[in-house]
């Protein structure tokens, strides 16, 4: 998508200069960025002793093996599925509930609205460690009071992972909604629509990039958290943020076999990533920079 | 959407209608009561989420930070005494130990942020002001340097932790056995050296971050901008300070806002760097309120040193906002 709305910068050809400083810079970065990759592809391929002595930038010889021991060393089928569970609702839950908020914000003027945003976005500052505990206090309780098992359960971690996500995803959406004309869902309304069905049947549809934007962060915010899930997992709803952790306490490191568990646990969110980053970038783009 | 309903309604008409015309009066306020509450209605299950998992929460640590809060009493939490200001006054006795360990944490993590957020933008701003244009490979360079940040925060850090072993890691192995630059391989995950080390991973981490949003913030900028101004004769150099820099303002303004704040509160890196006890150098505040907490079982002393940082994030994220809208009308942030 990278020819989309490329802005042609001048209509004359770029200095030598520049270009080489672009060539440079461009290729120490892509270093900084590929090394780690690179380490984290290869040693998962590498046989136990390369990675036991020391560092080889080429593999002495290749292996599948420890893509075949990962899931026998720790449950690590468990916790993709509980990593899968947790985070597709979370995801889910926290994509309606920012479109509800932000066609309310976008679309209406009421009393509140300016502390409502203000509100919500202030979250974000919060240090986590700040609601750790007391959020923890109030899942036992809540479970004590009703029999509402949250706390160790991945409906508590369901829970607390979308809130994470919606102020950002309702600031965005705000910004995106604002852009779709609001001819269209007057129009909508006129033709008898009430104003639900003009946001789903006319909103939504106009801003699906944003939408789609609002949820690969949503997901990979939940996929990628280890403070929460930390405290609120227990054996049975261990997520892979803790899970992958196992395999470093055990007395031999592993290190080929955590390289590959990394690895395997990192390619549902980077190709999910990579495929709708365009969507991401046209997302910010036309919602949260403008 | 009232003004539409005619009294004298056709036939034909009417089947369009969803709300029959016929009862004018009835439907009209129903529907304002409609219209008003609506909007509260949709913000429903937002509040109620924040409300549960950030405000109550939030007001019930800062009575915690008001309670003598040991392990003893965390069965039942509500009968532990009150202890006033005695965790305020512990964390903020700077020549006590408590109190030292804090502000040490908290200087590591100011210049931490600072340096980390700095890099991140410098990077990602040099990263997309080169890519403005478009070349060969662009589309592909593009999904690369964003691998970093699409990487699960774990999965990324492990691997730093392998490139930072002592014994059989990349970075020893390179500068020591390759480059020759030091005398004996360094340890890079305890020590003075974790610093560095913190800093190199969140750098890489969080540039492709500021790269997206400097890069979605450039695309807004017409191309007659530069045009005109390559007619008027000015240069790259010109360009950019006088074009893209001013143009991305707005955008720069929110982004180092939002850099700051998750770089300061960021608990993941250190703790999957280092585990539950960060080195000296490298105790970030968010590692060190957890440690409190959970190692030593003071929960009271916990929450009012959160409670503290919280405070210090309100005046800095009000000042800065302060200070970076002046000139502008409205601060939507």
Known sequence: MSSTSTTPRSPMAPPRSFLWSRRIFLTLLTGFVLVPVYVMVSSSLKPLADVSGKFRWIPSGLTLRPYVDIWSTVPLARYFVNSLIVAGAATA????????????????????????????????????????????????????????????????????????????????????????????????????????????????????????????YAFMTAWGEVLFASVMTNDTTRTLAVGLQGYSTLNDVYWNQIMAASLVVSVPVVAGFLLLQRYLVAGLTAGAVK | MTTTTAASAEPGERTVRKS????????????RIKRIGLPYLLLLPALALEL?????????????????????????????????????????????????????????????TLLSVGLCWLIGTAAAVYMQDNFVGRGVLRALFLVPYALPVYAAVITWVFMFQHDNGLVNHV????????????????????????????????????????????????????????????????????????????????????LFLWTFNDFNTPFVLFGRTAPESADLISVHIYQAS??????GTGSAMSVLLLLFLLVVTGVYLLLTSRGRKTADV
Not at chain 1, 139 to 148: K, P
Not at chain 2, 294 to 299: A, D, R
Request: aromatic letters at 14%.
């Open chain 1, 93 to 216: 839950c926290s994509v309606v509930i920012a479109v509800f908020s932000a066609y309310a914000v976008s679309r209406y003027s009421f009393r509140g609205k300016r502390v409502f945003t203000v509100t919500v976005l202030s979250t974000q500052m919060f240090p986590g460690i700040l609601f750790l505990l007391p959020l923890f206090l109030i899942y036992v309780n809540i479970g004590n009071a009703t029999g509402i098992a949250l706390f160790g359960s991945r409906g508590g971690l369901i829970l607390t992972y979308l809130t994470f996500s919606l102020p950002f995803s309702i600031w965005m959406l705000i910004g995106y909604f604002d852009s779709v004309p609001r001819d269209l869902d007057e129009a909508a309304l006129v033709d008898g629509c009430g104003p639900l069905g003009a946001l789903f049947r006319v909103v939504v549809p106009a801003a699906i990039p944003g939408i789609v934007a609002v949820a690969v």
């Open chain 2, 294 to 299: 959970f190692v030593t079982w003071n929960f």
């Open chain 2, 175 to 258: 500068l020591h056995d390759q480059l020759h630059l030091t005398d004996k391989p360094s340890f890079w995950l305890i020590g003075d050296n974790s610093f560095y080390a913190l800093l190199t991973v969140s750098v890489w981490k969080g540039w492709p971050f500021a790269f997206l949003i400097v890069m979605a913030g450039l695309q807004n900028i017409p191309g007659e901008l530069y045009e005109a101004a390559a007619l008027d004769g000015a240069g790259l150099w010109q360009q950019l300070r006088r074009i893209t820099l001013p143009s991305l303002r707005p955008v720069n303004q929110v982004l180092v806002l939002v």
């Open chain 2, 52 to 112: 549960l998992v950030h405000l109550v929460p939030m007001v019930i640590g800062i009575v915690m930070s008001f309670k003598e809060l040991t392990q003893f009493y965390i069965r039942d939490w509500g009968t532990a005494p009150w202890a006033g200001l005695d965790n305020y006054s512990v964390s903020v006795h700077f020549d006590e130990p408590v109190g030292e360990a804090l502000l040490h944490s908290f200087f590591v993590t100011i210049g931490f």
């Open chain 2, 20 to 31: 029959s015309p016929g009862a004018a009066r009835g439907p009209r306020r129903t529907g």
